[in-house]
Nanobody, 121 residues
Framework: QVQLVESGGGLVQAGGSLRLSCAAS????????MGWFRQAPGKQRELVAG???????NYGDVVKGRFTVSRDNAKNTVYLQMNSLKPDDTAVYYC???????????????WGKGTLVTVYL
């Protein structure tokens, strides 16, 4: 079994910064892509940022230039540095990882339970 646990969410004033972390643990052989999605009340879940094992990144249009995704492969951890936060960034942020639990097994996507980020004026 694989678990993803997010941390770092909270309450922040507009213009401020937060750093989210997500650590994967359990029966892990390898992790390819890792990333972050978010879901605001009444809205669909949307991509925030993703990063490959080699460090290639991609971002959702609404966060480009403000958020930075990174990872520590040795720690099976992905980070999201969020700067210049806006009230529209308020959402539950979910971590995801594409994990193989065995060398010859299939890759599967795992999700964390989410961490709430609230940005106020």
């Amino acid at each position: 079994q694989v678990q993803l646990v997010e941390s770092g969410g909270g309450l922040v004033q507009a213009g401020g910064s937060l750093r989210l972390s997500c650590a994967a643990s359990g029966s892990i052989f390898s992790i390819s892509g890792m990333g972050w999605f978010r879901q605001a009340p009444g809205k669909q879940r949307e991509l925030v940022a993703g990063i490959t094992a080699g460090g290639t990144t991609n971002y959702g249009d609404v966060v480009k230039g403000r958020f930075t995704v990174s990872r520590d492969n040795a720690k099976n951890t992905v980070y999201l540095q969020m700067n210049s936060l806006k009230p529209d960034d308020t959402a539950v942020y979910y971590c995801t990882a594409a994990v193989k639990t065995q060398r010859w097994g299939a890759q599967r996507d795992y999700w964390g339970k989410g961490t709430l980020v609230t940005v106020y004026l």
